[in-house]
């Protein structure tokens, strides 16, 4: 006879709709969700509308992951992403859902002006054929090369961006317009990401079209066509819109927490993941154990290693490799600093989204931008306010720097760019140990591996921004892609219960 000290759960409080009742994983519609970031949280609500029960369970003490905004000094910034582009569905559809379009906070026009570090100096990129004509961005050989583009036949096997565009656009487009757009995206080394994991878009129009430019102007075609459609429709669209929010990216995280209520449990550390065909899930944390019939693991990918190391599967040695998969994935360390300074102490305008540094500029700041010309009121007219971005897979040796040291390493390296006199007014820095996931080449086949491998367990789930798209967007849509296909499945196996009684 089997005692309670050989069942470490015996003495633990089950928290469940169906307490200490076997789980019947067809028809139970109890999810279980790890982690309240924007992944979390978005697929709870999603979930939650399609008739779910949820329980979201964060091991920190708020809402929301890296979406952090912050209001003090008189200003208001963010501690990690600065905005979002409204080109997502999903997007759309839970701003609208939790009542946040009314406090939708449009960029300004002059946001969407970019600029580049070149040889010391700072160059607007061009937005315009006659720009782009004459751009001192690019050499004319630079430009000229563009020309044989079409020409260009596709690739046989993976690529990384870098080798992608050297082979179709050549040498300059990767050094000065490509390189510095992946540091600012990933903070990651174009040389190692995988093409076709980490911009999807940009390898499709290859795929697609067989060249990058006959498709990018194919692609610019149609949205042009598609607007000027809603126009005569007198449809007003967001569509393609960069956004925030009155209170900063955090309101959207806040404002889906307070909708979930007391589906959510702060300051809660999942010890580990169970799971038995009679009782499905059980998620241990302390004294408490969870118990439902499907999980979403919306966590880091090391994290996801951690909780799956209780499961028994069938097939040890492809689980084992999945977890290898998982604790590859890197997140390197970026420090994000904001400092404000009087308008007089700048001689640039900074008339424009911000400034990024290619690595050719030898530089460990990536690049920064500029929240005050973004968004209006986010810091007194007198002053300027600015976000720098430092570290990342090419800056690491900022990493081993005090914090002090970072913000004058900075100062140092971006002063001859925005001409920036004397000391900022005040500076804060947000570290990130483990900031942005690196889809580096073979990316997509270690996910395809971890899916196979987590295949073994019915009903668990992975949401994260490790896979399928490190933007905010990309993980509102791909939270409505699961709550959608988990709610398909819901129906088919009632609907097949209901046919067989």
């Known amino acids: 006879m089997m005692h309670n000290d050989d069942k470490p759960w015996a003495?633990?409080?089950i928290l469940s709709p169906f307490p200490e009742v076997p789980v019947t994983l067809e028809h139970d519609n109890h999810v279980l969700i790890i982690g309240a970031g924007i992944s979390g949280l978005?697929?709870?609500?999603?979930?939650?509308?399609q008739g779910f029960v949820v329980t979201v369970l964060e091991a920190g003490n708020q809402v929301g992951g890296n979406l952090q905004s912050v209001q003090k000094h008189g200003c208001q910034w963010e501690r990690g992403p600065n905005s979002f582009i409204n080109n997502r569905p999903a997007m759309a559809q839970l701003i609208e859902q939790v009542g946040l379009k009314p406090h939708i906070v449009l960029a300004n026009k002059a946001a969407h002006r970019r600029y580049i570090g070149k040889k010391g100096a700072m160059l607007a990129l061009p937005s315009n054929i006659k720009e782009a004509l004459t751009t001192g961005v690019l050499s004319t050989f630079g430009k000229l090369r563009l020309l044989i583009e079409p020409f260009v036949g596709k690739a046989t096997s993976e690529e990384s961006i870098a080798e992608h565009v050297r082979r179709r656009l050549g040498h300059e487009m990767l050094d000065w317009l490509i390189d510095p757009f992946i540091s600012g995206v990933f903070a990651g080394d174009p040389e190692k990401l995988s093409?076709?994991?980490?911009?999807?878009?940009i390898y499709a129009l290859e795929s697609e079209y067989g060249s990058m430019i006959i498709g990018g102007v194919a692609k610019m075609k149609a949205k042009s066509r598609q607007k000027k459609l809603e126009k005569e429709q007198g449809i007003s669209s967001l569509d393609g819109a960069m956004m925030s929010f009155a209170g900063g990216l955090y309101q959207l995280p806040a404002t889906l927490a307070q909708k979930l209520g007391p589906a959510i449990s702060l300051n809660t550390q999942v010890d580990n993941i169970t799971y038995s065909a009679q009782f499905g899930y059980q998620a241990m944390?302390?004294?408490?154990?969870?118990?439902?019939?499907?999980v979403v693991l919306a966590v880091p990918a090391a994290q996801v290693a951690r909780l799956i190391d209780d499961l028994v599967p069938t097939d040890e040695a492809l689980l084992m490799q999945a977890k290898a998969c998982l604790q590859a994935?890197?997140?390197?360390?970026?420090?994000?600093?904001?400092?404000?300074?009087?308008?007089?102490?700048?001689?640039?305008?900074?008339?424009?989204?911000g400034c990024l540094l290619p690595t050719k500029e030898g530089k460990q700041t990536l690049g920064v931008l500029f929240p005050s010309s973004i968004f209006s009121q986010r810091c007194p007219d007198d002053q300027h306010l600015i976000t720098v971005f430092i570290g990342g897979g090419r800056g690491q040796h900022a990493m081993t720097l005090t914090p002090q040291q970072r913000t004058d390493l900075v100062m140092l390296e971006l002063s001859p760019y925005l001409g920036i006199q004397g000391q900022p007014l005040w500076h804060e820095e947000s570290l990130w140990p483990k900031a942005i996931p690196q889809y580096q080449l073979g990316h997509l086949p270690k996910v395809a591996l971890i899916d196979e491998a987590l295949a073994q367990f019915p009903g668990l789930h992975l949401r994260s921004n490790w896979r399928d798209g490190v933007a905010v967007g990309d993980c509102v849509e791909n939270a409505l892609q699961l709550a959608n296909m988990m709610s398909q499945k819901l129906v088919k196996a009632q609907t097949k219960t209901e046919t067989i009684t």
């Open 195 to 201: 093409v076709r994991a980490a911009v999807p878009k």
């Open 285 to 294: 944390s302390g004294d408490q154990i969870w118990q439902a019939s499907q």
């Open 11 to 13: 003495n633990k409080q």
């Open 42 to 49: 978005a697929s709870a609500w999603f979930l939650q509308q």
């Open 329 to 353: 994935i890197d997140y390197p360390a970026v420090a994000s600093i904001t400092m404000a300074f009087n308008k007089d102490q700048i001689e640039h305008a900074l008339d424009g989204f």
